[in-house]
């Protein structure tokens, strides 16, 4: 349900000057009076812009984040924060996420940054709220304050002599509470709700087919768009002839600064009415597959400042000379396709100047900056929703689609929904780049880690720097320019740079002649980490491996985002059948554990959408233009493939909660690299691994069946994700 | 009886039931049965996810068959029966299948959910008692990208227990 509309968003008022009651009806409404204690520690990512939570004259409570749901279980894991605070059940609690208008400014939900930003906001915003309600209580003569007790969804007074619920006790009032950001909050050896198993209240919904997604939305006298995009990124219109488009009837063809689109009655006749536009595009070379690699390593980019990190150390060049086991190689990944089952959509309503737009984004507030800059008018105008949203995985940043479904409503003077084909989301999303790692790296002759040189290009700063105690040391990144949009990927520059890094260690380790598992423990010092390993290597069986032709098993470690990570992969490769990945044993530490159920459900599709990336998908491109832009040829995991997979939790209360929706999946691919090579003997240093073998390229001519007529989309000016050589935030 | 018109040229008139109700349409043949639910008649539930009957995200039963609804010319429908994922749990009953789903918590995102709610509804009906590979097979073309697979697998063993239940015991 999409609450009223307050005079100007909540975010961009100040705080005494918020129309709270006005939107949410009496009640007592607790907001953060500052940044909360223990959330947003990382200077890359400011935390999220406060947080409030409003108790209404029902009892139901209203909590408010900027944070989105794209299927990595925020949603509960953030309203069982909440309930726990205020000692109600979780069905009370309604979490409004991603309304601009309404909830406190966020950068965007990506970076596994929900639950260390937003909870503890959250959590402390509740327990601010939780402690008006025993004053309020008080001040109506329940009891004595300090003998006052929140349980259950009512304040209670000892024996039991007064007992009033939160709901009367609110009711005609209009009272709003400054929390203290250090306020206290509840141990979670004293968690009632949270930190245990609990079925999503509104799962219902999901398996009725009830639940609404943005491309699910139906306005009264809404109509379907569509935008014409240029055939790659970058190519710059010279002329477009409209008129076959603008004479079909029930068709309105929309040209203004640079966007052309249409409106129709239904999806269908909006996307034909733009491919009946004929286009002209100025386009430029662009390098294709068997020049990539040049084309990267020699248009360096500049980037922000959390897209680079290097570390020199010691005298890495001399220790390596000195080394007696060596590994010199490079590693490269594709460029893939985040591939979310629901594809880009928004739906754009205008009201007077204002206008309200839902949008499948991962950065909602950011979404409402574009479409301020693309349409030209101020913020305050702009309300951007984010209802339920297929999926993201660091795909969906950014406002592209937004901004169409706003042009096009506001010429149509109707509601306009767009929703992307396949195709466009292949071709006008973006993709986790390509990249390649130079590494160079030596142990002594006990096995130890001595040199240790790593340079990534086009891959990112995150993971970048290695885990291990190497007292040598040479790393960087460089930023690439790319003929392919590139953008955020779940946990996106630690699954490359994790990937280069755990199959060198293991190429180190067999040239040393000492066991993958024990060259780990014996260069680590990180105590968490060597706990996370010790326990995949029980869990997995891996002293009781009994190797086998054709047969194969691999382990690799990660530590990123404060999470700690070890998984083991076993394969089996014989020259008559496919590769087929038989387990995946993920044990995962990161601190407190909110959710847990959902925390193994996020392991669990962690390793096999990190399967796919390391067993097969690749985008195949040439002249800018991408040749496999559709699922019957992007080959993405499928139940076939599915492994048997175990997901072991680490829980450590005693520790804040570090998200777990990127780092899980860091350690796939490098595990089931090196179990390749032990069951085949070919070491593969490319991503996707089985590429040459399982899945040719399309031929061009399959794969670029459209190619020159340019296909329905959005406008591509100024968008972040798409502009090019710049390596954005963080994934999902 | 719901009738619609097209506005998009020729036309025919054609009919069926889409869950129970009848349909009488009078839109292009050629327009699919996926666009059909979704943009006519609202039934939303059906998703769509590729457009070339690669996702399993627009599955329904077609005659009681699991069918890709994007690659059903609604020409081809005179006379069917159609049932969506809507058209499942009756008087507000959740089908085994969907309880299981929920049970489980079978879904992250949960846009393939719908569909792969209704294809393993199709399969259990025509084997009530599945063995893995089987269920592996029958569920191949349906995609869940994020990656729940080894959920659904349970989701799809525990909805032919609880269909195995006399009704009362269902819960
Ligand atoms: S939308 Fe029909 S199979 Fe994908
Ligand atoms: S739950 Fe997201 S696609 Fe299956």
Same mark, same amino acid.
């Given at each position: 349900?999409?609450?009223? +509309? *307050?005079?100007?968003? =909540?975010?961009?008022?100040?705080?005494?000057?918020?129309?709270?009651?006005? %939107?949410?009806? !009496?009640?007592?409404?607790?907001?953060?009076?500052?940044?909360?204690?223990?959330?947003?520690?990382?200077?890359? &990512?400011?935390?999220?812009?406060?947080?409030?939570?409003?108790?209404?004259?029902?009892?139901?409570? +209203?909590?408010?984040?900027?944070? %989105?749901?794209?299927?990595?279980?925020?949603?509960?894991?953030?309203?069982?924060?909440?309930?726990?605070?205020?000692?109600?059940?979780?069905?009370? %609690? $309604?979490?409004? #996420?991603?309304?601009?208008?309404?909830?406190? =400014?966020? #950068?965007?939900?990506?970076? &596994?940054?929900?639950?260390?930003?937003?909870? *503890?906001?959250?959590?402390?915003?509740?327990?601010?709220?939780?402690?008006?309600?025993?004053?309020?209580?008080?001040?109506?003569?329940?009891?004595?304050?300090?003998?006052? /007790?929140?349980?259950?969804?009512?304040?209670?007074?000892?024996?039991?002599?007064?007992? %009033?619920?939160?709901?009367?006790?609110?009711?005609?009032?209009?009272?709003?509470?400054?929390? $203290?950001?250090?306020?206290?909050?509840?141990?979670?050896?004293?968690?009632?709700?949270?930190?245990?198993?609990?079925?999503?209240?509104?799962? !219902?919904?999901?398996?009725?087919?009830?639940?609404?997604?943005?491309?699910?939305?139906?306005?009264?006298?809404?109509?379907?768009?569509?935008?014409?995009?240029?055939?790659? #990124?970058? &190519?710059?219109?010279?002329?477009?002839?409209?008129?076959?488009?603008?004479?079909?009837?029930?068709?309105?063809?929309?040209?203004?600064?640079?966007?052309?689109?249409?409106?129709?009655?239904?999806?269908?006749?909006?996307?034909?009415?733009?491919?009946?536009?004929?286009?002209?595009?100025?386009?430029?070379?662009?390098?294709?597959?068997? /020049?990539? /690699?040049?084309?990267?390593?020699?248009?360096?980019?500049?980037?922000?400042? =959390?897209?680079?990190?290097?570390?020199?150390?010691?005298?890495?060049?001399?220790?390596?000379?000195?080394?007696?086991?060596?590994?010199?190689?490079?590693?490269?990944?594709?460029?893939?396709?985040?591939?979310?089952?629901?594809?880009?959509?928004?739906?754009?309503?205008?009201?007077?100047?204002?206008?309200?737009?839902?949008?499948?984004?991962?950065?909602?507030?950011?979404?409402?900056?574009?479409?301020?800059?693309?349409?030209?008018?101020?913020?305050? $105008?702009?309300?951007?929703?984010?209802?339920?949203?297929?999926?993201?995985?660091?795909?969906?940043?950014?406002?592209?689609?937004?901004?169409?479904?706003?042009?096009?409503?506001?010429?149509?003077?109707?509601?306009?929904?767009?929703?992307?084909?396949? /195709?466009?989301?292949?071709? =006008?999303?973006?993709?986790?780049? #390509?990249?390649?790692?130079?590494?160079?790296?030596?142990?002594?002759?006990?096995?130890?880690?001595?040199?240790?040189?790593?340079?990534?290009?086009?891959?990112?700063?995150?993971?970048?720097?290695?885990?291990?105690?190497?007292?040598?040391?040479?790393?960087?990144n460089e930023l690439s320019e790319s003929p392919l949009a590139q953008g955020p990927y779940r946990s996106l520059a630690a699954n490359t740079n994790n990937f280069a890094r755990e199959c060198a260690i293991d190429e180190l380790a067999e040239r040393a002649g000492i066991d993958p598992v024990e060259f780990r423990q014996r260069n680590l010092d990180d105590e968490r980490l060597r706990v996370v390993l010790r326990r995949a290597a029980e869990t997995a069986g891996w002293a009781d491996w009994h190797r086998e032709a054709g047969r194969g098993r691999g382990v690799a470690i990660g530590l990123e985002k404060g999470g700690r990570v070890a998984t083991i992969a076993t394969v089996t490769a014989r020259d008559d059948r496919p590769v087929r990945v038989d387990r995946i044993v993920t044990v995962y530490e990161a601190g407190t554990i909110v959710h847990p159920e959902n925390l193994r459900s996020q392991i669990e599709g962690a390793a096999v959408q990190a399967l796919g990336g390391a067993l097969f998908e690749a985008i195949h491109f040439d002249q800018g233009r991408i040749r496999n832009a559709r699922l019957s040829e992007y080959r993405v995991p499928r139940f076939s493939d599915l492994p048997e997979i175990e997901a072991v939790l680490l829980d450590r209360p005693d520790i804040p909660s570090a998200g777990g929706g990127e780092t899980p999946m860091i350690a796939v691919a490098p595990a089931i690299a090196n179990a390749l090579y032990e069951a085949t003997g070919r070491r593969r240093r490319t991503l996707p691994l089985l590429e040459d073998d399982l899945m040719p390229p399309p031929t061009p001519t399959a794969g670029a069946r459209r190619p020159t007529r340019p296909r329905a989309g959005g406008s591509s000016r100024g968008s972040p994700a798409r502009s090019r050589g710049t390596r954005r935030a963080s994934p999902r | 009886m719901t009738s619609f018109v097209g506005e998009d040229g020729p036309t025919s008139s054609i009919r069926f039931t889409v869950n129970d109700r009848p349909i009488s349409v009078a839109i292009r043949p050629d327009r699919n049965l996926l666009e059909v639910l979704r943009v006519e008649l609202g039934l939303t539930g059906t998703k769509y996810g590729c457009g070339e009957g690669e996702c399993g995200s627009c599955t329904v039963l077609l005659n009681g068959r699991a069918t890709r609804s994007c690659q059903v010319a609604v020409g081809d429908l005179a006379g069917a029966t159609v049932v969506t994922v809507e058209g499942l749990a009756r008087d507000g009953r959740l089908t085994p299948v969907q309880q299981a789903f929920v049970e489980v918590g079978a879904f992250q995102c949960g846009f393939c959910t719908p569909g792969m709610v209704v294809a393993a509804t199709a399969l259990l009906r025509r084997s009530p008692h599945p063995a893995d590979a089987e269920i592996r097979a029958a569920m191949d073309g349906n995609v869940c990208r994020c990656g729940g697979y080894g959920r659904i697998l349970r989701a799809i063993r525990r909805a032919a227990e609880i269909s195995a239940l006399p009704p009362e015991a269902r819960g």
């Open positions: 349900m999409t609450l009223p +509309r *307050p005079r100007r968003p =909540w975010d961009r008022t100040d705080p005494a000057r918020r129309d709270y009651f006005e %939107v949410l009806g !009496e009640g007592l409404l607790a907001q953060l009076a500052g940044r909360p204690a223990g959330g947003g520690a990382r200077g890359w &990512s400011p935390p999220s812009g406060g947080a409030w939570v409003h108790v209404g004259p029902s009892g139901g409570i +209203r909590a408010f984040t900027g944070k %989105v749901e794209v299927g990595q279980g925020t949603r509960v894991a953030l309203s069982l924060a909440v309930a726990e605070e205020l000692r109600v059940p979780l069905a009370r %609690v $309604d979490l409004v #996420m991603g309304d601009t208008d309404l909830c406190p =400014w966020d #950068m965007g939900t990506f970076g &596994s940054r929900s639950m260390p930003d937003a909870a *503890p906001a959250l959590q402390r915003v509740a327990a601010g709220a939780r402690e008006a309600l025993l004053d309020l209580a008080a001040d109506k003569g329940i009891g004595p304050r300090d003998r006052l /007790e929140a349980v259950d969804g009512a304040v209670t007074a000892p024996g039991r002599s007064g007992t %009033v619920a939160y709901g009367a006790l609110v009711t005609g009032e209009r009272r709003i509470v400054a929390v $203290d950001p250090a306020q206290p909050l509840t141990a979670a050896s004293g968690w009632r709700v949270a930190g245990r198993p609990i079925a999503d209240p509104r799962a !219902e919904e999901v398996v009725t087919g009830r639940r609404t997604y943005t491309s699910d939305l139906r306005l009264p006298g809404m109509r379907y768009g569509a935008a014409l995009h240029p055939p790659r #990124m970058g &190519s710059r219109l010279i002329r477009a002839d409209l008129g076959a488009a603008a004479s079909r009837p029930g068709v309105q063809v929309v040209h203004e600064d640079g966007f052309i689109g249409a409106v129709a009655a239904s999806p269908r006749e909006a996307h034909s009415a733009v491919a009946a536009i004929r286009a002209v595009w100025e386009e430029t070379p662009e390098p294709g597959e068997a /020049e990539i /690699e040049t084309f990267l390593r020699h248009h360096p980019a500049s980037g922000d400042d =959390w897209d680079t990190a290097e570390r020199h150390e010691g005298d890495p060049v001399s220790a390596l000379a000195a080394a007696p086991f060596t590994v010199q190689a490079s590693y490269r990944t594709a460029y893939i396709a985040h591939t979310p089952l629901e594809t880009r959509a928004a739906v754009a309503e205008w009201t007077g100047t204002r206008v309200t737009i839902w949008v499948g984004t991962q950065t909602p507030f950011r979404a409402r900056e574009y479409v301020a800059t693309a349409l030209g008018i101020p913020l305050e $105008d702009i309300r951007v929703i984010v209802p339920y949203t297929g999926a993201g995985f660091g795909g969906k940043h950014g406002g592209d689609v937004a901004a169409a479904a706003a042009r096009l409503a506001r010429a149509a003077g109707a509601p306009v929904e767009l929703t992307y084909s396949r /195709e466009e989301e292949f071709r =006008w999303g973006y993709f986790r780049p #390509m990249a390649i790692i130079d590494l160079k790296a030596g142990a002594d002759r006990d096995g130890h880690l001595a040199a240790w040189i790593f340079h990534n290009v086009n891959a990112g700063a995150a993971a970048l720097l290695p885990p291990y105690r190497i007292p040598h040391q040479a790393v960087d | -």
